[in-house]
């Protein structure tokens, strides 16, 4: 099938309509803003100011001495006119193991969470770590916090224990809730017992004072009278209402750390008004979200998209938020396919990586089942190379979908830059253009200039403060100063390399620390990533760079084959020359690497810091491993690439 340049499914005058509203937000943030919050958002009492502070030295501060509440505004407003709508609609890790809870019942467990959680002496502004499955009581307990004021820190449940112990260190925190075991793809993990570990290690001792403990199976697991609570029946006994505490806009509402997919993971740290504020406009324009809508993020709560897309969103917008608790292989690989049948979904949000590995398995999976209910598909993490955008465009979204490719990050709060469905015209591999509110810049690297006008490439920056954007990393200000908002003064800086292409679309083409240098051509890792997968015997790809004598750089590329294609010199020429010929000559890589797997980190993303050490024949310094899914593929690697080099 053919890749078209631009796809069309909108009309010219909604898209003219984005240019113009565009264009107004980012000429009076201030009054783009405040409108938004007084028309979207219940306070308790009016801000006196819009927006304060800036960039510069990291102080912003939105909707300053505001009053209000998340839970309040993600919950109980809405119970009044939908109190009988499914706010909550959850599948569990068995095909058809579903729950459901109207508002109405989800703001009754909510608050029975929190006077549990309040009589256990929980008070406003300790941090409580959350480290569950995605059993509904994920969402529940995230807006209890929410409602008594206590700032959420979610850790996702495929973490080990010094992940936990690390961050439960790093925050103070008294409170964890953890589950027996939890259950994915038919396996059990044993929740409970990795976070014992945790709280054991000498960091932990003297931080927590009580463990609270759902049960999701009803398996085996250590107990410790003194700590451990039984949360489920302490909550039962609970009265269905509890207060909610008035929160300034500015307070914390939790705190949340990155994939580590560069580094260290960073605490990023995100407030109250502004972060819902932004991710309910969000949520509602990137999704063109409609009353009734079954909404379903199946990322995992414990990463930025679940914060924003499964619970603050659209609960916020007041629509039905779908959580999964499974995984996309079980038990085969058309397991979404029929949650969307059966759930009849509307707007579906998955990663790249999601996308490519279910393509892998072709047609038959998405053909199967009827998916007509869908109406938009998301993506979002990595850039989506154009053969797996076409796939979901294609065979998933039958051609009648929009789907958009959702450019953000953790420390964003939400979207940034991305197509909106029926209004902007899609590029296959294009995050396209800026969200309401957002001045995406490119600038020149070295000079940190605005670069003017359409087909030019460089680092990409954002102009002016957002609601959305994080106050600070946890405990470390200067670290945030550093990353940020120092590297081009007055911007706030992603880390994002980018090109603007002729008609004003943006592509990211990898993170800044990864653009390739080779004998002065500057390449994006993307580009060469998307040449490799676009080859029918290669399913993921992970390009890097390495020291060499001539080139300055040289390219090497892992690729993980697909099913059926076997290893041989042959298909290395032939890989070799598709790059070739896809972008050049002098994009030719070096070394190409097929591998059974790459390290990715427990959020899906590759981790090319890690193949960078290991082409470098740097093995001794690879760094933090601690937020890889599987550390075993990395020595696998290492003694591959030894004997081929
Ligand atoms: P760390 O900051 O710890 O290194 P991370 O950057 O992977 O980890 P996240 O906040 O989860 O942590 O990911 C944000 C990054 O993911 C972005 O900066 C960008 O590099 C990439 N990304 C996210 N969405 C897209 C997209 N639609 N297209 C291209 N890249 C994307
Ligand atoms: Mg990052």
Redesign the pocket.
């Known amino acids: 099938m053919v890749l078209k340049e631009v796809y069309n499914p909108h009309t010219e005058s909604a898209f003219d309509q984005y240019k113009t509203e565009h264009a107004s937000s980012i000429a009076d943030p201030e009054s783009y803003w405040g409108q938004k919050a007084l028309e979207n958002l219940d306070w308790f009492s009016p801000f006196d100011a819009v927006l304060q502070g800036s960039f510069t030295d990291g102080s912003v501060a939105w909707f300053v001495n505001g009053k209000m509440n998340a839970c309040y505004n993600a919950v109980d407003r809405h119970v009044d006119t939908k109190g009988s709508q499914v706010a909550l609609l959850w599948e569990g890790d068995e095909p058809g193991d579903t729950k459901s809870y109207t508002y109405t019942q989800l703001l009754a467990r909510v608050c029975q969470i929190a006077n549990a959680m309040k009589a256990e002496g929980v008070k406003k502004g300790d941090v409580v770590t959350v480290y569950l499955p995605m059993m509904p009581e994920v969402t529940m307990v995230m807006l209890a916090c929410a409602r008594i004021g206590a700032v959420h820190s979610v850790i996702f449940a495929g973490f080990s224990a010094d992940a936990i112990a690390e961050r439960i260190a790093a925050s103070q925190s008294k409170w964890v809730f953890t589950s027996d075991e939890g259950l994915r793809g038919g396996k059990r993990l044993p929740l409970k017992n990795i976070c014992d570990n945790a709280m054991n290690k000498e960091i932990c001792i003297n931080v927590v004072s009580k463990c609270f403990v759902f049960e999701r199976t009803g398996g085996k697991c250590n107990w410790s009278d003194s700590r451990d609570v039984k949360f489920g029946a302490l909550a039962d006994s609970q009265r269905p209402y509890c207060p909610c505490e008035t929160m300034d806009s500015e307070d914390n509402l939790f705190i949340l750390y990155?994939?580590?997919?560069?580094?260290r993971?960073?605490g990023v740290v995100h407030t109250v008004g502004g972060y819902c504020l932004y991710a309910m406009e969000t949520c509602k324009n990137s999704f063109g979200l409609k009353d009734g809508d079954v909404f379903a993020c199946v990322a995992d709560a414990g990463?930025?998209t679940g914060h924003s897309y499964i619970v603050y969103g659209p609960l916020l917008n007041g629509v039905t938020s779908f959580m999964f608790e499974s995984t996309p292989m079980y038990p085969d690989e058309g397991r979404y396919w029929d949650c969307v049948e059966r759930h009849k979904i509307n707007v579906f949000y998955t990663a790249p990586t999601a996308i490519r590995s279910l393509m892998r398995f072709g047609d038959t999976a998405p053909n199967k089942y009827d998916l007509s209910s869908l109406r938009v598909l998301g993506?979002?993490?990595?850039?989506?190379n154009p053969e797996a955008w076409r796939w979901y465009y294609e065979v998933v979204g039958r051609e009648k979908c929009s789907v958009v490719?959702?450019?953000?990050?953790?420390?964003t709060g939400g979207h940034v830059i991305t197509n909106y469905p029926g209004v902007t015209p899609m590029k296959p591999g294009s995050?396209t253009l800026p969200c309401f509110g957002i001045e995406a810049v490119v600038l020149d690297s070295q000079t940190g200039k605005e670069i003017e006008g359409n087909d030019v490439e460089g680092v990409l920056a954002i102009k002016q403060p957002w609601p959305g954007v994080t106050r600070t990393c946890l405990g470390d200000h200067e670290r945030y100063l550093n990353v940020y908002m120092k590297p081009y003064p007055g911007y706030y800086f992603?880390?994002?390399g980018c090109r603007r292409d002729k008609d004003g679309y943006i592509w990211?083409t990898g993170?800044v620390d990864d653009v390739l240098n080779v004998s002065g051509h500057r390449i994006g890792t993307a580009e060469v990533e998307s040449a490799l997968v676009a080859h029918p015997s290669v399913s993921q790809a992970a390009v890097i760079g390495f020291p060499h004598d001539i080139k300055g750089q040289g390219i090497c590329c892992y690729c993980t084959l697909t099913y059926g294609h076997e290893e041989s010199e042959d298909l290395v020429k032939e890989l070799r020359n598709a790059v070739r010929v896809a972008i050049g000559p002098f994009a030719t890589p070096d070394l190409i690497v097929p591998t059974p797997s790459l390290p990715m980190?427990r959020?899906g993303?590759i981790m090319r810091r890690i193949l960078r050490k290991i082409a470098a024949g740097e093995t001794d310094t690879l760094g933090d491993v601690g937020t890889l899914g599987d550390p075993s593929v990395v020595q696998k690697l290492i003694d591959k690439v030894e004997t081929l080099q």
């Open positions: 990155t994939s580590g997919s560069t580094g993971p960073k990463w930025i993506t979002v993490g990595e850039p989506i490719d959702t450019y953000w990050q953790t420390e995050c992603p880390g994002d990211i993170r980190t959020s993303k």
